[in-house]
């Protein structure tokens, strides 16, 4: 595991491209922590970091489509809130059990994989969307 950023990720929005290069070096950091026997408070630290930060990021990408009206808006939302979902019980599982090998593998796959996935396919689809909104507004402006 990676979880290494890539030029094909790139959305063009900065800020947004930004949190998601956040997000895979705190997984990242996460899953390399547990590799080198870091002890357990480190990596709730970083695993509660991480929980967090998803949640933020989420809501400022729904900000950004509700601003643009972006159409893919609520099935997008959706995806965030199941994704919350399956992480949260994830978490849940990791607190609950330990960090195991196999609950830390899942639970950095989760997010690294659906992360990767879900950047290069709905969110460079919703930022090229807001994009062509934009330059449209500023030929209108002009």
Request: with cysteine; charged share 30%; net charge negative.
């Amino acid at each position: 595991m990676t979880f290494a950023w890539t030029p094909d990720m790139e959305t063009g929005h900065p800020d947004i491209d930004n949190q998601h290069k956040q997000l895979l070096a705190t997984t990242r950091s996460l899953f390399e922590a547990w590799q080198v026997g870091k002890e357990r408070q480190e990596m709730e630290r970083t695993m509660e970091f991480l929980l967090e930060y998803t949640i933020k990021h989420f809501a400022d990408e729904e900000k950004l489509q509700e601003k643009y009206g972006y159409p893919g808006y609520p099935a997008h939302k959706q995806l965030h809130a199941d994704f919350q979902k399956l992480v949260q019980g994830l978490a849940a599982k990791v607190m609950q059990d330990g960090f195991t090998d196999e609950l830390l593998y899942e639970f950095c796959n989760a997010i690294g994989d659906w992360l990767i996935d879900h950047v290069k396919g709905e969110d460079i689809r919703m930022i090229a969307y807001i994009q062509n909104k934009e330059q449209a507004a500023a030929k209108a402006r002009q």
